[in-house]
Nanobody, 115 residues
Framework: QVQLVESGGGWAQPGESLRLSCAAS????????VTWYRQAPGSQRAWVAS???????DYEEFARGRFTVSRDNAKNVAYLQMNALKPEDTAVYYC?????????WGNGTLVNVSV
């Protein structure tokens, strides 16, 4: 069974950085795509970034230049490094994978950016 566990969220001031982690069991990030989403209060879940199995990243416009998606195959952990955080980055962040056509989500980790 696939399980995803996000961590690394918390409170940050504008301009600061946070690194989110997504640990997987029952699924290997090696050669498989992993995607980060976020859901702000009162909003729908929105795509943030993806990392393909071949290691190619892609970012939503608001994340480009500030966020970096990566993975550690040995640890089977995916990361979302978020720099220059803004109040509008406040949201619950989720990692997502799909295994044999079945989508899997973690429970999310809350990021709160405020002064």
């Amino acid at each position: 069974q696939v399980q995803l566990v996000e961590s690394g969220g918390g409170w940050a001031q504008p301009g600061e950085s946070l690194r989110l982690s997504c640990a997987a069991s029952g699924y290997s990030f090696r050669n498989n795509i992993v995607t980060w989403y976020r859901q702000a209060p009162g909003s729908q879940r929105a795509w943030v970034a993806s990392l393909t199995g071949g290691g190619y990243p892609d970012y939503e416009e608001f994340a480009r230049g500030r966020f970096t998606v990566s993975r550690d195959n040995a640890k089977n952990v995916a990361y979302l490094q978020m720099n220059a955080l803004k109040p509008e980055d406040t949201a619950v962040y989720y990692c997502h994978v799909s295994a044999r056509g079945v989508p899997y989500w973690g429970n999310g980790t809350l990021v709160n950016v405020s002064v």
